[in-house]
């Protein structure tokens, strides 16, 4: 006799704990499996963090602007390393390190490499090794030649870099080669060093202020000597993370960009060297966030839940704060008076919070859709609202 496994329908629940007065919080809403047909469509349910910004500089110095994140997945959840002057004493960029188990709290900020011999090192991009090693390349300046180049920097359990307990003061033999390159000697690289890991090799994306246009690919056996692969896509806008995931059956290569300004835009492959033309991820939700000058994906396995970004509301990018989004699944709340109640943001990749009225009970029924925030997954769930209640997706 063969055996059925049959998988149980969706359903919403209430469960112990405490939301804020005027809202309920839901639980359960991450992405899943990274489905290739909604990025190439571009039906995407991403929804801003109401925490805005997520993280903010620290208070006791004056020099305050954090940018450039990398979300790097380890055993308890992830971390997270970011370019800034986090609340210091001078404006010299360095790179810092936070941990998280869930994007809601932010343990151990640290510095993990101080800019050294250089004005700046930051632009940081990060993975994190099969034998649990992390390699970090990020922007170093000024070079030999007044120019930004990449840098990298290695560690075997994420407390010492380069061979030195952090943090590591970096050095101009930090400074990467990039074989085939005709015009690296003079290039440009300033906040476009993106570091992918695959099949035993790494991978480097990059532009360059004095070659713009166009995202590069080289390729190295160990991290720091690169040679030239070519062209990958051409667009007028800076390449700042790629990842690898599989949909379908088939291998995609994830690339996020921006500019400067008030988008972001992604690339799609795969074979992770030729990327179709750049399709635009979202707007600036505000004032807060007017100029972006960064974006790092968080993924988790083969899930892609979201990114994080900086921003500031100045042109001078000297402000910059980092803020989030995460592609949810959609949730509503439709009362028994026909009334919709629908989130009015995430709290960290899982959460989503829908205001209510602040005093008694809501009747209705929940309506849950998928992250392409239009195909019902359950419909039609009855439950009462209360005020600072928090209820899970199963």
């Known amino acids: 006799m063969t055996g059925v496994m049959c998988m149980a329908a969706p359903s919403i629940r209430q469960i112990d704990g405490q939301a804020e007065l005027g809202t309920v919080e839901i639980h359960g809403l991450s ?52 370019g800034a002057w986090d609340g210091v004493h001078s404006g010299n960029d360095r790179i810092y390190s936070v941990e998280t188990a869930d994007f809601l709290d932010f343990d151990n900020r640290q510095i993990v490499i101080e800019n050294g011999d250089f004005i700046h090192v930051c632009n940081v991009s990060a993975v994190r090794l099969p034998d649990g090693s992390y390699r970090l390349m990020c922007t170093a300046y000024p070079d030999g030649n007044g120019k930004n180049k990449p840098s990298t920097y290695v560690s075997p359990d994420g407390a010492a870099w380069n061979g030195s307990k952090a943090p590591y003061p970096a050095k101009m033999s930090d400074i990467i ?23 035993g090799v790494f991978r480097l994306y990059f532009n360059a202020f004095t070659d713009f246009g166009k995202v590069y690919r080289a390729t190295s056996t160990d991290g720091k000597n690169y040679k030239f692969d070519g062209k990958a896509l051409d667009v007028r806008s800076v390449v700042n993370d790629v990842k690898k995931f599989t949909s379908g059956g088939k291998t995609w290569y994830l690339m996020g960009l921006h500019m400067n300004g008030d988008k972001l835009w992604y690339a799609l492959s795969n074979d992770g060297m030729t990327f179709s033309p750049a399709q635009e991820l979202i707007k600036n939700q505000d004032a807060a966030d007017r100029y972006i000058v960064a974006i790092g994906w968080v993924t988790k ?13 100045v042109g001078g990018l000297n402000r910059n704060r980092l803020f989030a989004r995460w592609l949810q699944k959609k949730v509503e709340f439709v009362a028994e008076d026909g009334t919709r109640y629908q989130a009015k943001g995430a709290l960290g990749p899982d959460r989503a919070i829908i205001e209510v009225p602040r005093d008694g009970q809501v009747k209705g029924h929940f309506v849950v859709y998928a992250e392409d925030g239009s195909t019902v997954i359950l419909d039609k769930a009855p439950a009462a609202l209360m005020s600072g209640g928090v209820y899970v997706l199963e």
């Open 177 to 199: 080669s990039i074989e085939g390159y005709d015009h690296y000697k003079d290039a440009d690289i300033n906040g476009m060093n993106v570091i992918l890991y695959e099949d």
């Open 301 to 313: 396995g083969n899930r892609l839940l979201g990114f994080i970004y900086g921003a500031g509301e």
């Open 31 to 82: 992405a899943g499996d990274f489905n290739a047909d909604l990025w190439t469509s571009g039906k995407l349910n991403i929804v801003a963090d109401v925490r805005h910004p997520m993280i903010a500089p620290r208070k006791s110095g004056m020099w305050r602007n954090i940018y450039a994140p990398a979300a790097v997945e380890v055993e308890n959840g992830w971390r997270l390393f970011y």
